[in-house]
Every structure is written in C-alpha cells, then in structure tokens.
C-alpha cells in the first residue's frame, strides 16, 4: 500500500527555522517517474503549492512566496524527501503535507497542478510565534 508520513513539524519562533520531513513506504521516492510535491493550508485559506520536483522532467519549482527560503531534497538511499525552510514568518504556518503525482505530471516551471496529485501525506503542523 502506497503511503506517505509528514514528521518534524513544531513551533519556532520568527526568523527560524524547521525541517519537515516525508517518508514514503510502499514505493520507492527515487523512481525518476513520479513527481513529488509540498503543499501548505493555513486556516481559512486555500490550499497552496510550496514546492515539486520531478526527476525526469528535470522540474524543480518553488512558489514566489518561498522562493530562497524552502529548499526540497530527497535522503540519498532513503525513502524520505524533505522541506527545509529557513527565514520562517508567520504566513508560513500552516499544515504542510507532501503528495506524489503518479502520472508524472503535475509540476511545471511555472506553477504546481495539485489535482494531478493522487497520494497525500496526512499533514504536518508548523507554526511561527513572534
């Protein structure tokens, strides 16, 4: 069964910064097929795309809001991928989960497409204090 676990999310104070992580079991993060992306919802607020990579269309993209701060990466030999994020401001909390696109689609140089997106993680909170 395909899943996918956030981890590392927490409380930090403005300015800092936090890892979240996302372990994948039942398939292997590395397959240069999928896409894998991060997103965040804040209370009250839409759903926004943070980040996607996709190997084979050699995509990397990142949201003009995180854009310098949020690095994504994989574990070398682990099924885990995660979202560095430094500079952390209070627009930044929100829950943040990690999603897998099958199809291999979904992130592009321009944007994320969150409903080409088919597994989710269940979320991880992150919140900032001033």
């Known amino acids: 069964q395909v899943q996918l676990a956030e981890s590392g999310g927490g409380l930090v104070q403005v300015g800092g910064s936090l890892t979240v992580s996302c372990e994948g079991s039942g398939f292997p993060l590395d397959l240069d097929y999928y896409c894998m992306g991060w997103f965040r919802q804040a209370p009250g607020k839409q759903r926004e795309g943070v980040s996607c990579h996709c190997t084979k269309a050699r995509i990397t993209y990142y949201s003009d809001s995180v854009k310098g701060r949020f690095t994504m990466s994989r574990g070398f030999g682990e099924n885990t991928m995660y979202l560095q994020m430094n500079s952390l401001q209070p627009e930044d909390a929100a829950t943040y989960y990690c999603?897998?696109?099958?199809?291999?689609?979904?992130?592009?140089?321009?944007?994320?497409?969150?409903?080409?997106?088919?597994?989710w993680g269940q979320g991880a909170q992150v919140s900032v204090s001033v």
């Open positions: 999603a897998r696109a099958d199809s291999g689609y979904g992130c592009y140089h321009t944007g994320i497409r969150g409903s080409q997106f088919d597994t």
